[in-house]
């Protein structure tokens, strides 16, 4: 439940935000709406309220228009926290050594094959050229 801060009684203009500022005065800002390039509009101060504020609550202006607060909805309570954080840090273990890795015996790399098509191809050109020279030479001995 809300309680009542301050009585400011503002009335409320569409397309304005309307906060408490961190002087504890009330201001609004110009609303970003449907998508365009944002306004870069100073926020106007409405009401001085100076209100000051306490931790562990929610500052508003509520629909009557007057400066309300609520208590803010925490998971579990602060002592808490605090306490569990003590211990987390009290309990940290020493830290591990980094883990090195052993060097592997790389395998030297196969000799690239040559292409066998050319070498075939090289072959049969030379028995040819062999077989034309040793036709003119029994050719020639007849």
Known sequence: MATKVARTGIKREKGWLYYLDKKGHVSRAKMARGGG???RTKPQLVVKASVERE???LY???KQGDVARTKMARRGRPTRRKAARKKTTARRRP?????TRKKTARKKAAPKRK???KKAARKTAKRKTAR???RRKT???R
């Open 37 to 39: 390039k944002p306004s």
């Open 55 to 57: 931790d562990g609550f």
């Open 60 to 62: 508003f202006i509520d």
């Open 95 to 99: 830290a591990r050594k980094k883990a």
């Open 115 to 117: 292409a066998t098509r």
């Open 132 to 134: 034309k020279t040793t």
């Open 139 to 141: 050719a020639r001995r």
